[in-house]
């Protein structure tokens, strides 16, 4: 897979292009690819999400899924971490006044 950075659109192989440069007594064409949407050669080849293997930009490690997965288990681990801490000092504050 592969990814335009000019129009952000995601496609399996690139389209050749070739241009004949008439300049050189030899005539060759010069053959090169292309996003196959939009004709730029601002394209790179995806790589996997290090998590669930989805395709992904090169200069990304995670895909947006499971950062967001990641960040939502973050949030209620916090939640439930200050959960436990004022428990713990509604405790102490209990056990205090007891003894």
Request: glycine content about 4%; proline content about 3%.
């Amino acid at each position: 897979m592969y990814f335009c950075n000019e129009c952000k659109e995601q496609f399996g192989e690139p389209r050749l292009m070739s241009d004949t440069h008439y300049e050189v007594d030899t005539r060759t064409d010069e053959v090169y690819s292309v996003c196959p949407y939009c004709a730029s050669s601002d394209y790179e080849e995806m790589v996997s999400c290090l998590c669930c293997g989805e395709p992904i930009r090169s200069s990304e490690d995670y895909c947006t899924g499971c950062i967001d997965f990641a960040n939502e288990a973050i949030n209620e681990f916090s939640w439930k971490m200050a959960a436990f801490e004022n428990a713990n000092k509604l405790l102490l504050h209990v056990l205090e006044s007891e003894g």
